[in-house]
C-alpha cells in the first residue's frame, strides 16, 4: 500500500475520476414508476379496456355525451393511482437519510469534510465518537474504538475494533457502512462503497424475494375477468334477441351496450382502488408510510407478529438498573425517594469516572444519567478532575482504565469498568471472593440485565505504567444494565393476543436475556418455548415446523436464520408480519406477508424492503396499521355485497324488457348516472366507515378467506333480488296508473336511487341494525344529499329530463317511489338478521 495514501489520502483528480468510473457511494433503490408505465398498468386491466371500447362506440353511435362522461370517470381513477404512487414514492425519498452521511477525509493532505456519496475506493477516512461510518473501511490506527453493529448483528452491545498494519486486515479491524462509532477515534481506508458494500450485498439480495400479487388482487382480477367475459356474451345474446324479434338492430345494440354497463364490474377495480388509496392516506396521516399499497389489506388477517429485540421491543438505549457490592445493593427502579446507601457512592462514583463525559456509547449514558441522578448535591461528582491519560479496552483485556487527578491531591486516581472477569482479574481476588461474584453476575444476567465490574486505585503522580495490572485494585462491586422494553410493547403485545395474532421474538441475543425481555414485553411466559440459532441449524424442515407451534423465542439467530423462520411460519399457512429495523431483517423483511419497518433508526435497506414503515418507531402503531387493515378487509366486503346487490336490479331491469316485450326501462344515460353517482359514492362511504365494535377481539380472518365468497353472494343476491321484484311490482302499477311508459320508467328510477341509498345505510354495519348505528359518517350524508340533489335536477330541468325519457310523475306515484324505499330497507335489515343468525350458529 502506498505511504501516501496512508498519510495524505488520494487527490482530487484521483477521487473524481474514481467517482466516474465506480459510481456514487449510495445504496441501489427502487425505481419509482414513471407516468408511462403507470398509465399502462391501469389501462392494461381488462376492465378499463372494456370502458374505453364502449365509450368508443358511444362517440360511433353519435351519443357524445355518454361517451365523455365515461371516459372522463376512466381518467378520473388513472388520476387517483397516479398521485397515490408519486405521494408514497416521495415520502420514501426523504426517509433516505442515512444511507449517505458526510464524511471526513483526507484529500491532497488536507481535512475536507465531503458528502458520503462521493467517497471512493482508496479514500482516508478519518471517523471520531457519533460519526456513522460511511462505506466499509479497513483500519489503519484505532484509539478505544467501539462500534455500534445493532442494524447489522442485532446486537445492542457496542464491539471493540482495533488497527492493522494495512488494509487487507482481519474483521476486527474493519468497520462497516451505516455502523456507529460509539467511542474512540480511527483512521483508515475505504475498501467499498454503494452496492458493493456489506449493506449494499445485502440490499441487492432481495431482488429475487416478494413482490407477488396479493390474494384480494389475484381474486379481484379473477372476478373482474369472468364478469366481464360472462357479461359480454350476455349482452351479445340480448342484443341479437332483440335484432331477431323485433327487426331494429340499432336498438337491439343499444340494449345489448346497456345490458353490458349494467353487469361489467367496472366498481371492483374502482374500489379497490380507491380503498387502498385511501386507506394508504390514512396510515399516512399516522405516520405509517405505505410502500406497499395492496398489502395494506392484508394487514387484517396476520396470524404470525415476527419481532426483532434490539430497537422494536426495546429501546436500543442503557440504562442503569441495579447497583451492587459485597455489603449492599441498590435497585435504581425503586421510588424516587429512595436514597442511594452512602457504601454505593463509591462504586457509582468510580463507574461514571471510568466512563467519558461527552459518551456516545449508550451504556457510559446510562451510566452518567445515573450519576447526575443518584449522586446530585454529594462531592461524588468530580466536573473540575483533570483527565491524564487512559487505557482502552483490547483484545486481551475486556477492561478500560482512566486515569484522573484532582485538583487538591498530588496522586492519580484511576477508575475502572469492564467485563466482570476482567476486572476479578484486574483486583487479584481470592478464588471463593470470585466466585461468589460471579454467581451474582449470572443471577443478574438470567433477569436479561448486561453487567459490568468497577474497581478504583491510586497511583503516584510519577510516569504512568504501560499495563493497567501494574495498578493496585480494589474491587467496588457491580453496575446492571438493560435496554428497557418500550413503555407501550407490554399494551401493544396483549392487544395482538386479544385480537388472535400470535407474537413470535427473533433475536441475536443470548438465551436468558431474550427470554427475560419476552417475558417482560408479554410475549411468553415462564415455560415459555425457546429455541436456538445453533438448535434452528440441526434441524431439518418437517423438525422445525413440529418446534413452531409452541416457540414464542428464538434467539441467537442469524440473518440468515431469520429468513427460514419466516418462510416457515408462511408455510404452514400463516399471514406473517415481520418488524425490524436493521440490515439484517431485511431479506426477511422481504419474504414476509408484510414487512414492517422501524422508520426514524432504521436502515434504508429495511426501509426498501418493507411494505410498511413506522415513521414513528412506535410499536403501538403497527396495532394500528392492523386495525386499518382490518376495517378495509371487512369494508370492502360491505362495499362489494353493495355492488352485488345494486347489479341484481339493473341487470333485471335491462333484460326483461327485452324478454316480455316491454319499452326499454334502463337506457345508457341511466346506467351511467347510477355509476357516476351511486357506486362511486359507496366506495368513499364504505371507505370512510368506522370500525366495527368487535374487530379487534375477534381472531384474524382465515388466510384463506376469499373476498368473493358465498356469504357476500348470498347476501348480494337475496338484497338485490327482493329489491328487483318490488321495482317490477312498481313498474307495473305506474304503468298501469298513468298509462304512459316514461312516467313508469321515472318512477321507478326514482325508487332505485332511493333503495341504492337505504342499501348502502343497511350495510355499512352487518353487526348492528342500522337505526342503532350511531358512528357518524358524513360522507354517507353528503353523498345522500348530492345524489337526490342532482335526481331533483334530473326530473325538473326540461332538457336533462327528456335526455333521461323521463316524465314528471303524480303525487301518488311519488309517495309510492318513498314508500318502496322503506320496504326495500326493511327487506335489507331482514336479509342482514337472517345472516347474522346463521353465521352465529355451533360451526359456522
Known sequence: MSARLQNEGLSASEAAERLRKNGPNELPTSRPLSAGRLLLDVVSEPMFLLLVACGVIYLALGDRNEALMLLGFVCIVICITFFQQRRTERSLNALRDLSCPRALVMRDGRQERIAGRELVVGDLVLLAEGDRVPADIDLLNASNLTVDESMLT?????????????????????????????????????????????????????????????????????????????????????????????????????????????????????????????????????????RSIPAIELLGATTVLCVDKT????????????????????????????????????????????????????????????????????????????????????????????VWQSPDRTEYLIAAKGAPEAIIDLCHLDPARAADISAQVAAMADHGLRVIGVASATFPA?????????????????????????????????????????????????????????????????????????ELAQMDDTALQARLKDTDVFCRIAPEQKLRLVQAFRRRGDIVAMTGDGVNDAPALK?????????????????????????????????????????????????????????????????LPVALGWPMLLMPVHILFLQLVIDPACSIVFEAEPMEADAMVSKPRRPDMHLFDREILVRGLLQGGGLLLMLVGLYLLARDVSKSDDIARTTTFLALILSNLGLIHVNRSWSLPSWRRHASNRAFAWISLAAVSLLLLVLYLDTIRELFAFSLPGLPLLLASAMLAALSVAWFESVKWAQSRVGSRPGK
Open 591 to 655: 419474504a414476509a406477508s408484510i414487512g414492517v419497518a422501524m422508520g426514524a433508526r432504521g436502515t434504508d435497506v429495511a426501509r426498501e424492503a418493507a411494505a410498511l414503515v413506522l415513521l414513528r418507531d412506535d410499536f403501538s402503531s403497527l396495532l394500528l396499521a392492523v386495525q386499518h387493515g382490518r376495517r378495509l378487509f371487512a369494508n370492502l366486503r360491505k362495499a362489494i355485497v353493495f355492488i352485488v346487490a345494486v347489479h341484481v336490479p339493473i341487470v333485471g331491469l335491462s333484460i
Open 311 to 402: 430497537g422494536t421491543l426495546t429501546a436500543n438505549r442503557m440504562e442503569v438498573v441495579r447497583l451492587w457490592s459485597e455489603q449492599s445493593s441498590y435497585d435504581c427502579r425503586a421510588p424516587a425517594a429512595a436514597v442511594l446507601q452512602e457504601a454505593l457512592h463509591g462504586l457509582l462514583e468510580y463507574a461514571v469516572l471510568a466512563s467519558h463525559r461527552q459518551a456516545f456509547d449508550p451504556m457510559e449514558a446510562a451510566i452518567g444519567q445515573a450519576g447526575t441522578r443518584l449522586l446530585a448535591n454529594t462531592e461524588h461528582l468530580h466536573s473540575d478532575w483533570a483527565l491524564i491519560d487512559d487505557y482502552p479496552l483490547s483484545r486481551q483485556m475486556l477492561a478500560m482504565s482512566r
Open 462 to 534: 510519577a510516569g504512568l505504567p504501560d499495563n493497567q495490572h501494574v495498578f493496585d485494585f480494589v474491587f467496588l462491586g457491580l453496575v446492571a444494565l438493560q435496554d428497557p422494553v418500550r413503555p407501550e410493547v407490554p399494551r401493544a403485545v396483549a392487544q395482538c393476543h386479544a385480537a388472535g395474532m400470535r407474537v413470535v421474538m427473533i433475536t441475536g441475543d443470548h438465551p436468558a436475556t431474550a427470554l427475560a425481555i419476552a417475558q417482560q414485553a408479554g410475549i411468553t411466559g415462564a415455560a415459555g418455548g425457546v429455541l436456538s440459532g445453533a
Open 154 to 290: 442485532g446486537e445492542s452491545v457496542p464491539v471493540s475494533r482495533h488497527g492493522a498494519s494495512g488494509a487487507g486486515g482481519d474483521v476486527e479491524s474493519r468497520v462497516y457502512s451505516g455502523t456507529l462509532i460509539t467511542q474512540g477515534t480511527a483512521s483508515g481506508l475505504v475498501i467499498a462503497t454503494g452496492a458493493h458494500s456489506a449493506l449494499g450485498r445485502i440490499g441487492a439480495s432481495l431482488a429475487a424475494l416478494g413482490g407477488e400479487l396479493t390474494p384480494i388482487q389475484l381474486e379481484t382480477r379473477a372476478v373482474v375477468k369472468a364478469v366481464a367475459i360472462g357479461g359480454l356474451c350476455l349482452a351479445a345474446g340480448l342484443a341479437f334477441a332483440h335484432w331477431w324479434l323485433r327487426g331494429d338492430w340499432l336498438q337491439g345494440l343499444l340494449a345489448g351496450l346497456t345490458l353490458a354497463m349494467a353487469i361489467l364490474p367496472e366498481e371492483l377495480p374502482v374500489i379497490l382502488t380507491l380503498f387502498l388509496g385511501l386507506g394508504a392516506w390514512r396510515l399516512g396521516r399516522e405516520q405509517i408510510l405505505a
